[in-house]
């Protein structure tokens, strides 16, 4: 079973400022990562797939990258938006993997 | 537009059951694979289940084997969850979720999610 871990569990960011999220994996996913963010009171959203391609409509100050087992994600300009709970998935397994327990980004 | 829209959420005893509905629009719906992924109020993400377009395959989560069953029909755009013998730690906002594609493995549109809650 592979197992994903998440650094920091929470990041206290300005707006404006950059900002680092962490994701590995305890065994390589190769590129079958997907990264998500959940506003509050709000369902998740795609944010990330294939650990570097935006999905659709995500604006480009979001950027992911990493391959094997430890990807980042990053913010590069944090908007008053952007305040949210932000979580890894792996697909390299069937069915789907575990998700990651998650990083509070807040202000 | 995608839109996914969960209903069947309530209060139930443990040991009861339940069944989740979720309606889908926006997209040809029996082309791509469909999942419940689940959360526990402030908690994070769980997998439950998935479903194939033609409801040939089905997987679940060791969770819930044996006491979920997913099912599907395509002509109504809709997705079902029979939660059977359902325990405390059941209780979560459970999300209809679709595939990316044919079995990518993750989620590109998500329903707002319906809450069950199992008391004991």
């Known amino acids: 079973e592979i197992v994903l871990t998440q650094s920091p569990g929470t990041l206290s960011v300005t707006p404006g400022e950059r900002a680092t999220l962490s994701c590995r994996a305890s065994?390589?996913?190769?590129?079958?990562l997907a990264w998500y963010q959940q506003r509050p009171g709000q369902a998740p959203r795609l944010l990330i797939y294939a650990a570097s391609t935006r999905a659709t409509g995500i604006p480009a100050r979001f950027s992911g990258s990493g391959s094997g087992t430890q990807f980042t994600l990053t913010i590069s300009s944090l908007q008053s938006e952007d305040f949210a709970v932000y979580f890894c998935?792996?697909?390299?397994?069937?069915?789907?993997?575990?998700f990651g327990p998650g990083t509070k980004v807040d202000i | 537009e995608v839109q996914l829209v969960e209903s069947g959420g309530a209060v139930v005893q443990t040991g009861g059951s339940l069944r989740l509905s979720c309606v889908a629009s926006g997209f040809i719906f029996d082309d791509y694979v469909m999942h419940w992924v689940r959360q526990a109020p402030g908690k994070g993400l769980e997998w439950v289940s998935l479903i194939n377009w033609d409801a040939g395959n089905t997987y679940y989560a060791d969770s819930v084997k044996g006491r979920f069953t997913i099912s599907r029909d395509n002509s109504k755009n809709s997705l079902y969850l029979q939660m059977n013998s359902l325990r405390p730690e059941d209780t979560a906002f459970y999300y209809c979720?679709?595939?990316?594609?044919?079995?990518?493995?993750?989620?590109?549109?998500w329903g707002k999610g319906t809450l069950v809650t199992v008391s004991s």
């Open positions: 979720a679709k595939d990316r594609g044919t079995g990518r493995g993750y989620f590109d549109s």
């Open positions: 065994q390589s996913v190769s590129s079958n």
């Open positions: 998935q792996q697909y390299n397994t069937w069915p789907p993997g575990a």
